[in-house]
């Protein structure tokens, strides 16, 4: 059982899937980091100097009543909130890992698609004067004994 599990688990599928899982996890923080620090900034300043990451309502006021300046106050009195800018940013870095992946999917079909499209040199031709099929380097049709040129 311990051989079985070790050829299962050294076997190229597992190897495969345990590197895709790391740099997932690392291409997971450059995506929050691209939405949190690069470009929900700007779309906060367009859309009236807001910070989605400080959108949220309070439903229930914590120890110190509301009003709160920010969600991290309102957290820290006990409030209870729906984060709703949070969920915004996090709309975000799906939509741009999606896309992400999407192009890489889109470029790898391609590939594929132009590999098996190109087509094989033929390893037969066929005798001019016979019209039998005979081997592409052949130089004298081996049915009908003409010179080939």
């Known amino acids: 059982m311990f051989k079985e599990f070790k050829e299962?688990?050294?076997?190229?599928?597992?190897v495969d899937m345990a590197v895709g899982i790391i740099v997932g996890a690392a291409f997971t923080s450059i995506v929050n980091s691209l939405v949190n620090d690069i470009i929900m900034p700007p779309v906060g300043l367009?859309?009236?100097?807001?910070?989605f990451t400080n959108l949220y309502v309070v439903f229930r006021d914590g120890k110190i009543p509301a009003p709160y300046s920010s969600l991290a106050d309102a957290k820290a009195a006990g409030a209870v909130t729906l984060n709703y800018g949070i969920f915004i940013n996090a709309i975000t870095s799906f939509l741009i890992v999606a896309f992400a992946v999407?192009?890489?999917v889109r470029t790898i079909n391609r590939l594929k698609r132009q590999s098996e499209e190109a087509?094989?040199?033929p390893a037969t031709k066929e005798c001019p004067f016979c019209l039998s099929v005979i081997p592409i380097k052949a130089v004298?049709?081996?049915h009908c004994t003409s010179e080939l040129k």
């Open 46 to 51: 367009v859309l009236g100097k807001v910070d």
């Open 102 to 104: 999407f192009l890489m």
């Open 8 to 14: 299962f688990a050294v076997k190229g599928n597992v």
């Open 140 to 142: 004298r049709c081996g």
């Open 119 to 121: 087509p094989a040199m």
